[in-house]
């Protein structure tokens, strides 16, 4: 129950720390199988690594069908121990046994490379659910107090997907704003309003009741769970999913774990290298050209960052990439620190990803552009105002005047180079 109540609070107080702009979460154990065992014995664990290497990479990936692979499944079953860093057991407060292996990343990247599998980053949308439960007379909205087993299994599935799920605190602010009703009978304003104080980028309106067959329904005997993935007042998926309590409720997050993955996983087949040049906007100082440098190298896309101009609040960076521009934009969609825009002169204003890609330009021949080893230095010729490359510092890059690259260093630039424009939202 604590470990319930902890992984919670965890998944749920970056939300409401942080302001109202809704945001991705970074996903931590990627790299971690955890797997509930009954003993300790040699047998047990070689079933259990091989089992937690399928988790971890039915996480990376997103997509569990990657365990049908000839390649991934020889691996698995033969030389699942190549891949393991480290493993321990460890028992939680219920007294159950757990086998939890931390595996190389670099490893089974090259694994799922190997295969042309996805890879998706660890920055992913952190989704709401609603949960109403019919049981007789009365509808209940799930949460971890009145329903902790179904909250377990709830979060359990979340974890092998890798997706960060909530459940509402159900407190004083949840229960004046939103009845079960609202829920049951899928009414999205109350419930979109309801979601709004989690700063989630997704919620789901979920009901569940209970299906008996003797009356000539549609459905086997069981429970039945129906539910909408939704954006805003938007859906994003629909499904639904009859059996027993508790696998119903792994169905629909496995769902929305695919659903996820086919938008965000990113295709690691190395489809010929592309360069990218983003032009980034209101840049106050250091402190945000770092940050905003540091995001662009945690993209899955991108294989190198060089800084190439800066003047004022504006900087350019060149993205050598390991895929196609496309999606670095797919990747950026979910930081909100990073804004779409429009060509310089027309009006600022937020793309869709469909727009963003469509609105790609490209420069088809090679070229040779000029790049530096994205150091501020002082002792270049064309800078008259010391820039601190201190990240503390926070000095104002609009001090600087045009920063260039060093002439003397030349980087070639792949035959499809991508022009993009976004505006710094960050800090």
Same mark, same amino acid.
Not at 68 to 92: G, H, L, M
């Given at each position: ?40 014995? #040699? ?11 399928? #988790? ?7 997509? #569990? ?27 939680? =407060?219920? =007294? ?8 190389? #990343? ?71 704003a939103i009845y079960s009703s609202d829920i049951w009978a899928r009414f999205e304003a109350p419930v979109n309003a309801a979601s709004k104080r989690y700063n989630v980028d997704n919620y789901i309106m979920a009901r569940m009741r209970y299906v008996n067959s003797t009356k000539g329904t549609e459905y086997q005997q069981g429970w039945l769970l129906q539910f909408q993935l939704m954006k805003e007042n938007k859906p994003l998926l629909i499904g639904e999913f009859n059996g027993d309590q508790f696998s119903v409720v792994r169905q629909m997050v496995n769902n929305i774990g695919d659903y ?6 990113? =295709? ?137 690259? =060093? ?21």
């Open positions: 129950m604590k470990y319930i109540r902890l992984l919670i609070l965890i998944m749920t107080l970056p939300s409401l720390l942080f302001g109202s702009a809704a945001f991705a979460v970074e996903v931590t154990n990627l790299y971690t199988g955890k797997i509930l065992v009954n003993d300790k014995t #040699q047998k047990t664990r070689v079933k259990a690594h091989r089992w937690a290497i399928e #988790q971890v990479l039915s996480k990376v990936t997103g997509n #569990q069908k990657i365990l049908e692979n000839p390649v991934i499944q020889r691996e698995v079953k033969y030389k699942s121990a190549n891949y393991i860093k480290s493993f321990a057991f460890k028992t939680d =407060d219920q =007294d159950r046994t757990f086998l939890v292996d931390q595996f190389y #990343q670099t490893k089974i990247d090259d694994l799922i490379k190997s295969v042309g599998g996805s890879l998706w980053g660890r920055r992913r949308p952190n989704t709401l659910v609603w949960l109403v439960i019919e049981e007789g007379v009365n509808r209940s909205i799930v949460e971890l107090e009145q329903y902790p087993q179904l909250s377990e299994v709830l979060n359990q599935s979340s974890d092998d997907r890798g997706i960060p799920l909530l459940l509402p605190l159900m407190d004083t602010i949840d229960k004046e996820y993955a086919s938008e965000y996983a990113i =295709d690691s087949e190395q489809t010929g290298a592309d360069s990218l040049e983003l032009t980034l906007e209101n840049v106050p100082n250091v402190v945000a050209l770092t940050r905003a440098e540091k995001y662009l190298k945690s993209l899955p896309p991108v294989a190198d960052v060089q800084l190439l101009q800066v003047h004022k609040h504006q900087v350019k960076f060149l993205l050598n990439l390991s895929g196609e521009g496309g999606d670095v934009i797919r990747a950026l969609a979910l930081l909100p620190e990073f804004e779409k825009l429009k060509d310089p002169d027309q009006p600022v204003t937020s793309l869709s990803i469909d727009e963003q890609l469509k609105s790609l330009e490209y420069l088809d021949d090679t070229n040779t552009a000029e790049a530096n080893s994205g150091v501020l230095s002082n002792t270049d010729p064309l800078v008259t105002t010391p820039v601190s490359s201190d990240p503390l510092s926070g000095d104002a890059l609009s001090d600087a005047p045009l920063l260039d690259v =060093d002439t003397e260093t030349k980087v070639e630039v792949k035959k499809k180079t991508i022009y993009l424009n976004y505006k710094w939202l960050g800090k």
